[in-house]
Nanobody, 117 residues
Framework: QVQVVESGGGLVQAGGSLRLSCAAS????????MAWYRQAPGKQLELVAA???????NYADSVKGRFTISRDDAKNTMWMQMNSLKPEDTADYYC???????????WGKGTQVTVSS
């Protein structure tokens, strides 16, 4: 059973920064794919950023140039540095990890980010 735990959320003023962390445990392998999703009140879940085991990344257009995703496979941890935060970035942020060989996908419980104007 893989456990995923997010941390780093909080309240910040517009223009500020936060760094989210996602730690995966319970597997001797590193995830093939790690991603951040977010869900704002009344809105659908959306992909924010993702990173593969080969460190290829992709970002939602709304966060390009402001958010940076990275990972450390030795620690099975992923981070997302969020700069120039906007009120529209307010949401619950969730981490998802995937292990392709064993067809396992696991989600964390989320961390809340609130950006005040």
């Amino acid at each position: 059973q893989v456990q995923v735990v997010e941390s780093g959320g909080g309240l910040v003023q517009a223009g500020g920064s936060l760094r989210l962390s996602c730690a995966a445990s319970g597997s001797s392998f590193s995830p093939n794919y790690m991603a951040w999703y977010r869900q704002a009140p009344g809105k659908q879940l959306e992909l924010v950023a993702a990173i593969t085991s080969g460190s290829s990344t992709n970002y939602a257009d709304s966060v390009k140039g402001r958010f940076t995703i990275s990972r450390d496979d030795a620690k099975n941890t992923m981070w997302m540095q969020m700069n120039s935060l906007k009120p529209e970035d307010t949401a619950d942020y969730y981490c998802k990890v995937e292990y392709f060989a064993i067809r396992l996908r696991s989600w964390g419980k989320g961390t809340q980010v609130t950006v005040s104007s």
